[in-house]
């Protein structure tokens, strides 16, 4: 299905932007996950619109990724065209107290970038591990901050192809979720902005937010972080640590010791071994308080 379509990318993109049967093992933090039909890493906006237009115009399935933190792709694969932005698009600069970057850059690289030049209020973002595509879209958040506190405005690319620049307060940004994220808009750059502040205190609360982070999060096993959302009124690791269910787990896969929030691939775990601890984690946290986990990991395939 794809002869036409592979001739096309072919003449549009450089050879090294196109991957054929990808390993998504390699491009997920789980470390584990079927293969995609074809993994594109284009390295410039244009070519993702012409590369979209084909895409769209040909019904074939797409997904976009970015650092792939918070992803997995089933044992089966992904039939269809995965387009990543991340390193191949990862450019910022600062400008007064804002940063601009483009969805490829780290969250954590935006961070840091802040803290050089004396920028505050951005410390959170360097102990989340996506990028800024990603992260904007789900309105990624730790130690009590989220995106929505920090950003000014995004640059997307709409499904009908036009660039837009978006007012972050017009992106109907809530918990782990916004308006892009239910438009499937692409977001190709954003503008956050700090406070001028001490370098010294920047980089002192940068220091003790990745002190909690290394204390109690399981940073030595592969894992997508969070695996769930908090449900309304509790706390998710706590409902699934009162289950008993620390430890447990199917396959290689199992709930963190550490923080039973996250579910790691400690033993060469399989997407299905991840899936079904999951699923058993969140079967068992229903019996037993009624309550049913969203699942904040974005499966694919």
């Known amino acids: 299905?794809?002869?036409?379509?592979?001739?096309?990318?072919?003449?549009?993109?450089?050879?090294?932007?196109?991957?054929?049967?990808?390993?998504?093992?390699?491009?997920?933090?789980?470390?584990?996950?079927?293969?995609?039909?074809?993994?594109?890493?284009?390295?410039?906006?244009?070519?993702?619109?012409?590369?979209?237009?084909?895409?769209?115009?040909?019904?074939?399935k797409y997904s976009i990724i970015g650092n792939g933190t918070n992803i997995l792709v089933k044992d089966s694969g992904y039939r269809g065209v995965l387009i990543r932005i991340c390193e191949n698009m990862n450019s910022f600069y600062v400008k007064e107290n804002m940063i601009i970057a483009q969805s490829g850059a780290l969250l954590s690289s935006v961070s840091k970038a802040a803290a050089d030049n004396g920028i505050g209020g951005l410390e959170f973002l360097n102990g989340i591990p996506g990028s800024v595509g990603g992260g904007v879209c789900m309105n990624a958040g730790a130690y009590g901050k989220e995106i929505k506190d920090v950003l000014l405005k995004v640059e997307i690319l709409s499904f009908e192809g036009s660039i837009k620049t978006i007012p972050a307060e017009n992106l109907n940004l809530r918990y782990r979720n916004s308006a892009i994220k239910d438009s499937g808009d692409i977001v190709i750059g954003a503008v956050f902005v700090g406070a001028f502040m001490n370098k010294d205190e920047i980089f002192s609360q940068m220091a003790e937010l990745n002190a909690k982070r290394r204390d109690k999060q399981p940073l030595e096993y592969p894992s997508a972080g969070s695996t769930f959302k908090r449900p309304e009124g509790y706390f998710a690791g706590k409902l699934i640590e009162d289950c008993g269910l620390k430890g447990k787990g199917i396959g290689g896969a199992k709930v963190s010791e550490k923080h039973a929030g996250f579910i790691i691939n400690y033993n060469n775990a399989t997407a299905k071994d991840i899936l079904d601890t999951i699923e058993m984690v969140r079967a068992t946290v229903k019996a037993k308080f009624g309550v049913v986990l969203e699942n904040e990991v974005k499966i694919l395939g």
Do not use: H, P, V
Request: without cysteine.
């Open 1 to 60: 299905m794809y002869e036409e379509f592979k001739n096309f990318i072919y003449n549009q993109l450089d050879d090294s932007e196109i991957i054929l049967n990808a390993d998504m093992s390699r491009y997920s933090s789980f470390k584990a996950g079927g293969k995609a039909d074809i993994l594109l890493n284009i390295n410039n906006i244009g070519k993702i619109k012409t590369i979209l237009k084909e895409i769209i115009a040909k019904n074939i």
